[in-house]
């Protein structure tokens, strides 16, 4: 089998000779061809070069044209901020600054990047048609926050008729993008949801369900495949997720691989992950990533599962991690050899605290992938930079991003378990869900009256 029809066997629930593996490359593409993700992500040629460099060196079975969550909120209005190593960040909110819903329109495919995203897809087809391409599409329910911003969430609450209004819009503008990206070549469409790990299953199933079942039926009657793609601790919705009938789901390292493979099996969907993003693959060496690479194969089974990131490979990722993976996936020997050697132990240093508290002040400490690059990440973090500011120097916050060091330690030693994750004073309190502003300050009221603030 080629690697598209090993991705397509998978994603029907047959039974395969071998994992199929999709090293999920965005701007990362852009690091193996020396360009920052600003220049990479802003041109044809340069998308196509540098996703023909990943396949390459990782010899995948299927590979994104690009990740990256902000090219339909940038056609609809919303301001991106570029960064060197990121893809952009959405740093306004239409919805919140005077536009009305009605103001706002389905984006037509010469609007933003869109039409150059396409041209480079269709590239990518003629010059790789045993290669699952992936079409990565921002899901509704997060193209809603970046509409919205995360007034969203009390909206929900207090008015739900326009959160389905918003959600109809944002559903209409996923099915339309699927369009494009399966008429330019597509041969998978990943919804990618990140921000639906911050609801409850019954508000999942209110507010999404409807509409990624409506999208994952345009995919499926398109004759194209789809996949629901979350990150973050969205355990309590894998259910839910699958009765919404995609043929595969995606998740990472936040939820254990086991769990979900029990559940998507039992409503016969395939699953993809979760290998390690950070500890891994980016912190780690050729050992840790090749080991980690042969937990998830063993969990997962050559029964619809596929090799994956948990979500879009940091750009600063060593390519001898990736090539590892790569190399142990299409060695059935080598894994052999790695199933029999001792499993290696990974020890974090903790950080030593002591100094880092306050007796005046409240100090907030926010654990994140990388709140520039992780769509929930960056809505926590501005919900406690927006909280806090009332308080002015009586409160302290600080991101720490488990892409370095200093973040995995403060995560291990916090005992952060989820990401994203508030903690205040050193006690968790907001783990992987985006907290209401006046939540995050009635903690914040708690702890001052505890220091006799």
């Not at 990256?68 to 209005?77: F, N, P, R, S, T």
């Not at 952009?88 to 039409?115: F, M, T, W, Y």
């Not at 079409?135 to 929900?156: E, K, N, R, S, V």
């Not at 008729?161 to 369009?179: E, F």
């Amino acid at each position: 089998m080629n690697g598209l029809e090993l991705i397509k066997a998978a994603m029907k629930m047959e039974t395969v000779d071998r994992i199929p593996w999709v090293p999920f490359v965005g701007v990362h593409a852009g690091e193996l061809i020396d360009l920052t993700a600003t220049e990479y992500l802003q041109s044809v040629d340069n998308i196509v070069k540098g996703v023909n460099k990943a396949i390459e060196l990782y010899n995948p079975d299927g590979i994104p044209v690009t990740f990256d969550l902000q090219i339909e909120a940038e056609a609809m209005g919303c301001k991106i901020v570029w960064a060197k190593d990121n893809p952009p960040a959405v740093v306004s909110h239409p919805l919140n600054e005077g536009k009305l819903l009605e103001d706002l329109e389905v984006p037509c495919s010469c609007q933003g990047r869109i039409s150059m995203i396409m041209d480079a897809t269709a590239k990518l087809r003629d010059q790789h048609p045993d290669l699952a391409l992936y079409g990565l599409i921002t899901g509704p329910f997060t193209l809603a926050l970046h509409l919205l911003g995360t007034d969203i969430f009390l909206q929900m609450m207090m008015d739900p008729d326009a959160t389905h209004k918003l959600m109809r819009l944002t559903t209409d503008v996923a099915i339309k993008m699927s369009q494009l990206y399966i008429e330019a070549g597509a041969d998978v469409i990943a919804v990618v949801d990140p921000m639906t790990s911050q609801i409850d299953p019954m508000s999942f199933e209110e507010f999404v369900s409807p509409y990624i079942v409506e999208i994952n039926n345009y995919i499926r009657e398109a004759d194209a495949l789809s996949s629901f793609f979350v990150c973050g601790n969205a355990q309590q919705n894998i259910e839910v997720m699958c009765k919404t009938k995609p043929d595969n789901i995606s998740i990472d390292e936040n939820i254990p691989l086991d769990f979900v493979r029990d559940i998507a099996l039992k409503h016969n969907v395939s699953f993809g992950g979760n290998l390690k993003l950070t500890l891994s693959l980016l912190m780690g060496d050729e050992e840790d990533s090749r080991r980690d690479a042969l937990e998830c194969m063993d969990i997962g089974g050559k029964k619809g599962f596929i090799l994956a990131p948990g979500c879009d490979l940091a750009m600063a990722t060593p390519q001898k991690n990736l090539i590892a993976v790569s190399e142990l996936v299409h060695d059935e020997q080598l894994q052999g050899e790695l199933r029999a050697t001792e499993a290696s132990i990974t020890n974090i240093e903790l950080l030593d605290l002591s100094s880092h508290w306050s007796d005046d002040k409240v100090v907030i400490d926010v654990v994140t992938l990388d709140s520039s690059s992780c769509a929930p990440c960056q809505y926590m973090y501005d919900a406690i930079v927006r909280a806090s500011a009332p308080y002015g120097d009586k409160v302290i916050y600080k991101e720490y991003r488990i892409k370095d060091t200093e973040g995995v330690q403060m995560m291990a030693t916090l005992g952060v378990r989820a990401i994203p994750t508030i903690v205040i004073d050193g006690t968790v309190e907001f783990a992987s869900q985006i907290p209401p502003l006046q939540d995050i300050q009635a903690r914040i009221d708690y702890y001052l009256s505890k220091k006799g603030e």
